[in-house]
């Protein structure tokens, strides 16, 4: 029986028709269809919505789906925000929380890869194949320039992912389109410890050298390279022996960018207690910076660090870096990175005997799980050294 015209359409409802139209003196025919999502609080008029294809089959697919959802109260028009726009919204509202250095890495991220590739999309039709092959074309190389590495990559989509995360939880999206992307393996940087021997080389080879103490300390704390940047005389305690780890100096990465003091990796601070050799040094160290201070007079900058340049300032991170470079090239080391020093602090304190939860409070590692997963090799050989040791201890107690 046909519907009065005094009845109203139910809410989900709606009808599909074929539609024929003159463009540019030639006929075109496609399908529309309509579908009732709601009614006008105001007046009471039916709110449609419209879907247009080539196909019956195409228009009517659209069409449930949307119904289903209007059945479902859980229909919610498509937004028409860009990319862009909600990037841009995200970054200046929900990372008020971030440190102010991750916000200016994630900004970076926006606007040198996610903006020029997607920004002027609708954030409804971002879609997951289209950000897949974007980050495909991040690794490869661009003229001269090459690829993105992968762990580059992953902080990408990192970004990409928590905003649109964000974008789900508020209605604007119904999906998040990088939870089915492949990401490129990160393959975790090869360790070069420094054994006995490259230890005693790489001492000798800095002796004299104009960074010598924070190589030193470096290497016989096991903190990180902004840790030691960034320490203050301030946090040394000569008379407990103890040295409080609070922050860390950082360069934004940017051309020319600036030095900033900036929170620890895993936002803990931590007090560690180096062997009374290295206090001695660095007290050695404070008389003969005093003794620098007094020399330069006015051009002394009184910044409290540590580790210092020639007029007290900060030292530069890729001085010290090609500094350091230069030598452990001498020692016959090329290999080593600066943050070996570090790694060789660890595996020679578990070789010392130190618990690995000791080990993971003087790194600064967020779990002693951690530490573990980073430094299991170690304790495997150990281990085995181990059972070698009681193996020999059986036979000579069995006469074998």
């Keep these: 029986m046909p519907r009065s015209k005094s009845t109203r359409a139910a809410q989900g409802t709606g009808t599909i028709r074929k539609r024929t139209v003159m463009r540019k003196g030639r006929e075109y025919t496609y399908w529309e269809a309509r579908v009732t999502i709601g009614r006008d609080p105001g007046t009471g008029k039916q709110i449609q919505k419209t879907f247009t294809g ?61 903006k020029p590739a997607f920004g002027a999309l609708r954030l409804d039709a971002l879609e997951t194949h289209t950000i897949q092959k974007f980050y495909n074309d991040l690794g490869k190389p661009k003229g001269n320039k090459p690829g993105l590495s992968a762990k580059t990559i992953k902080n990408v989509h990192g970004v990409l992912h928590a905003a649109l995360n964000k974008a789900v939880m508020l209605g604007y999206i119904r999906y998040n389109p990088t939870a089915a992307c492949t990401l490129p393996r990160v393959e975790k940087k090869q360790m070069h410890p420094l054994d006995e021997d490259g230890i005693r080389d790489f001492l000798q080879a800095v002796q004299g050298h104009r960074f010598e103490e924070i190589f030193r300390f470096t290497l016989f704390t096991g903190v990180r390279e ?33 030095y900033r003091f900036a929170p620890l990796k895993n936002d803990k601070f931590r007090k560690i207690s180096p062997a009374p050799w290295v206090m001695q040094r660095l007290w050695s160290h404070k008389a003969r910076q005093f003794a ?46 600066f943050h070996d020093l570090r790694h060789s602090y660890a595996v020679a304190s578990i070789r010392a005997g130190d618990d690995i939860k000791t080990v993971q409070g003087n790194l600064g590692h967020a779990t002693a799980a951690f530490t573990l997963d980073v430094y299991g090799h170690v304790t495997d050989q150990m281990k085995q050294e181990s059972a070698r040791r009681m193996d020999n201890y059986i036979k000579s107690v069995l006469n074998l």
């Excluded at 449930?64 to 479902?72: G, K, T």
């Design 226 to 258: 902004g840790e030691a940047l960034g320490l203050k005389w301030e946090c040394v305690d000569f008379n407990s022996g103890t040295i409080l780890i609070d922050k860390q100096l950082q360069r934004e990465k940017v051309k020319n960018g600036k």
């Design 292 to 337: 620098q201070r007094t020399e330069v007079a006015e051009l002394w900058e009184n910044s409290g660090l540590v580790f210092t340049n020639a007029v007290g300032g900060h030292i530069a991170i890729h001085t010290l870096y090609k500094d350091f470079k230069a030598v452990v090239a001498s020692i016959g080391r090329p290999e080593v990175r």
């Design 54 to 114: 080539k196909t019956q089959k195409e228009v009517r697919e659209k069409m449930q789906s949307v119904a289903a959802e209007v059945n479902d109260n859980c229909y919610r028009e498509p937004t028409k925000m860009t990319v862009g726009e909600w990037l841009d919204i995200w970054k200046d509202t929900y990372l008020v929380n971030v440190k102010p250095f991750t916000v200016r890495s994630y900004s970076d991220h926006i606007r040198n890869h996610l």
